[in-house]
């Protein structure tokens, strides 16, 4: 029903920079909040950033002040700036929507993973 495309992902230089982006379209009732996860080989998938619909933020420990997520919620559209990156963000990117459905109830929708290399 909701489909979540990524873009953006690729291979990038210590210290250099990336922008990602997700589209999300299909038949969405209320947008709870969007976000970003990440996951690489031999550990589970991790938060990265979230955003609400009213635009509060939420980030990782591991991110805060080098990554900045924002929203186009006219688009539907959630991007995350990745700055000064180290080859310990190298991941599998997911997006992420969680939806408020019709009669309340929420559902989360996770897009197909864009990938992040970070070389040293």
């Known amino acids: 029903q909701v489909q979540l495309v990524e873009s953006g992902g690729g291979l990038v230089q210590s210290g250099g920079s990336l922008r990602l982006s997700c589209a999300a379209s299909?038949?969405?009732?209320?947008?709870?909040?969007m976000g970003w996860y990440r996951q690489v080989p031999g550990k589970q998938r991790e938060l990265v950033a979230t955003?609400?619909?009213?635009?509060?933020?939420n980030y990782a420990e591991s991110v805060q002040g080098r990554f900045t997520i924002s929203r186009d919620k006219f688009g539907n559209t959630v991007y995350l700036q990745m700055n000064s990156l180290k080859p310990e963000d190298t991941a599998v990117y997911y997006c992420?929507?969680?939806?408020?459905?019709?009669?309340?109830?929420?559902?989360?929708?996770w897009g197909r993973g864009t990938q992040v290399t970070v070389s040293s």
């Open positions: 955003i609400t619909s009213e635009g509060s933020t």
């Open positions: 299909g038949g969405i009732f209320s947008i709870y909040a």
């Open positions: 992420y929507l969680d939806e408020i459905k019709l009669l309340g109830s929420r559902r989360d929708y």
